[in-house]
């Protein structure tokens, strides 16, 4: 009788053991599928060609958003099937070709589609031909939210035209109307809006499909969830940006307006500069700058918009140059994803300090 308790602690140690082995395996397990599976690329070094060129096409395809992850391209083919299989095997097919292509061209080539970086732009045009933070930041969203309710009221309620502080609307507004017509307005504007923050990171492939936008995001977030915090506050700033231009709600609520400030925030907040609170500040004017370039390119030159306000505004935030040790432009051979990309930064940042000869 004596030996009892003392083998049920024993017991009872044993079934604790295995739990936090559990624990520690979950996490884990976590860490091969998420980031850019750097294990799983090298497991399949020897194995047949076949599966290699499975995961570089699938790299690829998720490269449009700077992930380089074969889970992430399975889930972005979903959201593409979601939104329309055509499109899907356009990507696909333009994704394919691609890498074939740099498989015959020269070994350089090869080793540039192991990361998918020379299909990424293939799978985009697949797509498109087959288609004829801080509280500052916050509280302007939010203010620009205000003012597009506002005028979504006056739109809808007071005629054809809004008019603002005067006629027959007060702060876009019209008299007369019970304060629950007034709040369900607002409520529905604000539903498309929110709406809109998915869908216009959906529009990185072309696709305005609320559901497919938010596979998108879950697509980012398991490769890299700083990828994908910047990812959905450039949507944001996009649409604050239209808000704030006065721009057509239908073009807002589709997304155009928010796919160019995404790519730009995940470029410069932790892809080419490693993140940092400066460099943070430094994407979310960037997530602003595609606006002016592409209403530019649209009114000046005549050209649609397309990605290029993203390319030059990131183009132009990467050629500035500064001695602020904060603001480290990752060198390109070690640029993976945001999280393992400032882990490096802090190593060369530590190695300087200990040995700044």
Aim: hydrophobic share 45%; glycine share 10%.
């Amino acid at each position: 009788m004596e030996d009892g308790p003392s083998m049920v602690k024993v017991d009872q140690g044993g079934n604790q053991g295995s739990l936090c082995r559990g624990r520690r395996c979950f996490p884990k397990a976590l860490g091969y599928i998420t980031g850019d599976m750097k294990e799983f690329a090298n497991w399949l070094k020897d194995k047949p060609q076949v599966l290699q060129f499975v995961d570089w096409v699938l790299r690829g395809i998720s490269q449009v958003v700077f992930v380089s992850n074969p889970i992430s391209g399975i889930l972005i083919l979903v959201g593409l099937l979601v939104q329309n299989p055509w499109w899907a095997l356009n990507g696909c097919v333009g994704t394919v070709v691609s890498t074939l292509t740099a498989l015959l061209l020269t070994a350089a080539l090869y080793h540039l589609g192991q990361g998918g970086t020379t299909c990424f732009l293939a799978c985009k045009l697949g797509d498109w031909i087959s288609w004829s933070l801080g509280p500052v930041s916050i509280t302007l969203i939010l203010f620009f939210c205000l003012f597009a309710l506002s005028r979504a009221t006056s739109t809808t309620y007071g005629g054809s035209q809004a008019r603002g502080l005067t006629g027959h609307c007060v702060f876009g507004c019209p008299r007369g109307f019970s304060p629950g017509v007034l709040m369900t307005a607002f409520a529905k504007s604000f539903l498309q809006l929110l709406k809109s923050l998915p869908v216009g990171v959906g529009q990185i492939y072309g696709c305005d499909n609320l559901w497919t936008g938010a596979i998108f995001l879950g697509a980012i977030l398991l490769s890299s969830p700083l990828m994908c915090l910047h990812a959905a506050i450039g949507s944001l700033l996009g649409i604050a940006a239209g808000l704030s231009l006065s721009a057509p709600f239908e073009d807002i609520y589709v997304g155009l307006w928010g796919y160019n400030s995404s790519l730009a925030c995940i470029a410069i907040g932790g892809m080419f500069l490693a993140l940092t609170w400066q460099t943070h500040l430094l994407a979310l004017a960037c997530g602003e700058y595609p606006v002016a370039c592409g209403l530019f390119l649209l009114l000046q030159v005549g050209l649609p918009s397309c990605t290029w306000p993203f390319c030059l505004a990131t183009l132009l935030f990467l050629l500035v140059t500064t001695k602020n040790p904060n603001i480290y432009r990752m060198p390109l051979s070690k640029i993976t994803y945001s999280e393992e990309n400032r882990i490096f930064y802090l190593q060369t940042k530590k190695r300087m300090m200990e040995s700044p000869l």
